[in-house]
């Protein structure tokens, strides 16, 4: 059992960056993948970009790629989401997730922790 909690949501003009931290519960969490997903207004949960615990790989949707970075610090049971040249499209409640499976289930959102989420607003 994986507890997740996000912070560092906020509401940011076009172009400007923000920092995603989701702590994790639980003594296996350098064993999770993990990963971050979005929800847009009235528009359905989303993958964002996710991490993985055996290799370090990541790997980001297009919509996202090269302006966000996903990072882990097992130390801390912390893993973060650096958004940069935000965009009004990238609105959203921000979810943390966890999974001890795979890559590819985290990505397809099978068998996920999830956090409550965090809101991310961005004006144009």
């Known amino acids: 059992q994986v507890q997740l909690v996000e912070s560092g949501g906020g509401l940011v003009q076009a172009g400007g960056s923000l920092r995603l931290s989701c702590a994790a519960s639980g003594r296996t969490f350098r064993t999770y993948n993990m990963g971050w997903f979005r929800q847009p207004p009235g528009k359905e949960r989303e993958f964002v970009a996710v991490?993985?615990?055996?290799?370090?790989?990541?790997f980001y949707a297009d919509s996202v790629k090269e302006r966000v970075t996903i990072s882990r610090d097992n130390a801390k049971n912390t893993v973060y989401l650096q958004m940069n040249s935000l965009k009004p499209e990238d609105t959203a409640v921000y979810y943390c997730t966890a999974n001890s499976q795979s890559v590819s289930t985290i990505m397809a959102g099978v068998g996920n922790f999830w956090g409550q989420g965090t809101q991310v607003t961005v004006s144009s």
């Open positions: 991490i993985s615990w055996r290799s370090g790989s990541t």
